[in-house]
């Protein structure tokens, strides 16, 4: 199995600040790697795919870089909207598909 | 646009089975891989398994190897609806349960999650 490892796993902050989240994978997964933000009682909604790409309708504030074992997710300036769960997924194997443990951006 | 609605919450016994579907509306069924995927309280989330459609044939299906021998899904394309069983549930087993679809394995689309528990 590839092994997903995100840290940190809380992270506090304030609105404004920029906020990064790492994530990285026990082998090379190229840039298979999707980003999704939960929040308490949701389904996970998807940010970024493909490492980078960012999905439609999401704003500009969250980027995502990386590639082969090392990724970042960047909130530039962190909004009110933005206090949630992160997860990292990679999807280079099926066998199987893996998550990172989560980040959970709190408030400071 | 595909929306993916899933059934009511349920409560098992250990021992028991589930069954929790999810009605795909906006796209066909035969269109999409469906997966599932669930998540314990308090915890994160687990990948389970796919279903993949084939031509005029049943479709195929990827199990993680954690479920193995528990867990079936199957699709009813007569009703664009899909089944995910799990069997000799255990207390370990109590999580909200997803349908989720999308690209190349991951997922833009997401059921509202079905809440199972299981408790004697």
């Known amino acids: 199995d590839i092994q997903m490892t995100q840290s940190p796993s809380t992270l506090s902050a304030s609105v404004g600040d920029r906020v990064t989240i790492t994530c990285r994978a026990s082998?090379?997964?190229?840039?298979?790697l999707a980003w999704y933000q939960q929040k308490p009682g949701k389904a996970p909604k998807l940010l970024i795919s493909?490492?980078?790409t960012l999905e439609s309708g999401v704003p500009s504030r969250f980027s995502g870089s990386g590639s082969g074992t090392e990724f970042t997710l960047t909130i530039s300036s962190l909004q009110p909207d933005d206090f949630a769960t992160y997860y990292c997924?990679?999807?280079?194997?099926?066998?199987?598909?893996?998550f990172g443990g989560g980040t959970k951006v709190e408030i400071k | 646009q595909v929306q993916l609605v899933q059934s009511g919450a349920e409560v098992k016994k250990p021992g028991a089975s589930m069954k929790v579907s999810c009605k795909v509306s906006?796209?066909?069924?035969?269109?999409?891989?469906m997966h599932w995927v669930r998540q314990a309280p308090g915890k994160g989330l687990e990948w389970m398994g796919s279903?993949?459609?084939?031509?005029?044939?049943?479709?195929?299906?990827i199990y993680a190897q954690k479920f193995q021998g528990r867990v079936t899904m199957t699709e009813d394309t007569s009703t664009d609806t899909a089944y995910m069983e799990l069997s000799s549930l255990g207390s370990e087993d109590t999580a909200v349960y997803y349908c989720?679809?999308?690209?190349?394995?991951?997922?833009?689309?997401w059921g509202q999650g079905t809440l199972v528990t299981v408790s004697s």
């Open positions: 989720a679809t999308g690209s190349l394995g991951y997922f833009q689309y």
């Open positions: 906006g796209y066909t069924l035969t269109e999409l891989s």
């Open positions: 279903f993949d459609p084939e031509d005029g044939e049943a479709g195929e299906q």
């Open positions: 082998q090379t997964i190229g840039s298979w």
């Open positions: 493909k490492a980078s």
């Open positions: 997924q990679q999807y280079n194997s099926y066998s199987p598909l893996t």
